[in-house]
């Protein structure tokens, strides 16, 4: 009979989420969700209930106790405790995780306090310092003041290698590079799908994390291993390449070739562009070049050469200090005359890059070279043509 009365609490204020609901507040001491008239009624019902089931009649009270004044703790509260707010959490998943932590009494304690402070929107995701049985005020305030936000941000930019990755990973949390090496060797584990693994050119790969660090700014979580925060790295990119719908876009769009292969013609476009103007075309290049009606069906850029360097602990080169031999090296599999795309991203791309690839302006560009300060590039279809843009270069003083 109870039941009947919707005296509960969760089925109405959490199934929408904790959304900030600025209009219509309910006030913690005394307000129920209806008229004078409808709480009145209520709570007369209630009581002529209560006083004929007998024994049961305190634990109906405290529910009926609970719709009509909130659980809360009173005060600032007592001993220090961690809390993190994951990405992306509403008022809701907030109000669950300090519930979890004893930090406030109920989520309802929470979730009115931050619809009743026009300031709440303004909380983060990251791990804050709180105290266990805060009223849903005092944590609100707790986590406005930014002193009890634990900061430990690090920000990864475009472009950088995995191995690079590592390095500043490692100097930002101490975790020893061995460790993000280790945690890498298997990306399958790290949250990559097997999927992205498959090529449509027939080349066999050997799975790689290679490309799928998103570059991003990251807060570290207290007590991260490495596998934690490449974990975090492979979910962001697999988020950003989910709201871009990119596998379904290339599968569509890119005539017959796979995720992968446009996540590396990204990181081709990523190592090669001097501005970010650039990135669409470069990618095209890279697709005429391999695609196309290039002589030898070839990438012929100087960056995967440097990155078969780093990779085997050489230092990198500018394209005119390298010789011959590293150039066209047969043992590199990274080649720059190997047919074909090589085995893998050479570099972590941003989303700039990804569009780039995933929707590359048309043009017939087979060449194209830098010739002004700011990185951008003159690109052409015959090489008469590009030989006319490094004149212009070399007179730019940029080659």
Known sequence: MIDDLDLGFDEQDRGDKGRHRRGAVRRRQGKSGGGPGKTLLALALALILLGGIGGGAFYGFDRVQNYFVTPDYDGSGTAEVTVEIKQGALLADMADALVAADVVKSTKAF????EENSRSKNIQPGTYKLRKQMSGDAAVAAMLDLKNRIVNGITIPEGLT???VYKRLSEKTDIPVKDFEAAAKDPIALGVPDWWFKRSDGKTV???IEGFLFPDTYEIPPKATAETVLKLMVNNFLT???NMQYAEKVQKERGGITPYEALIVASLAQAEAGNKADLGKVARVAYNRVYGEFDC???EMDVTVNYYLEL???KTKASKDMTAAELDNPKNPYNRKLRGLVPSPINNPGKEALEGALSPPPGKWLYFVAISKDGRSAFAETYDEQLRNER???????I
């Open 111 to 114: 979730i009115e306090a931050a």
């Open 162 to 164: 995995a191995k690079t």
């Open 206 to 208: 050997k799975p790689s």
């Open 240 to 242: 950003v390449t989910s």
């Open 297 to 299: 069906n070839c990438l």
């Open 312 to 314: 085997t602990g050489q």
């Open 392 to 398: 212009k270069a070399k007179e730019a003083g940029i």
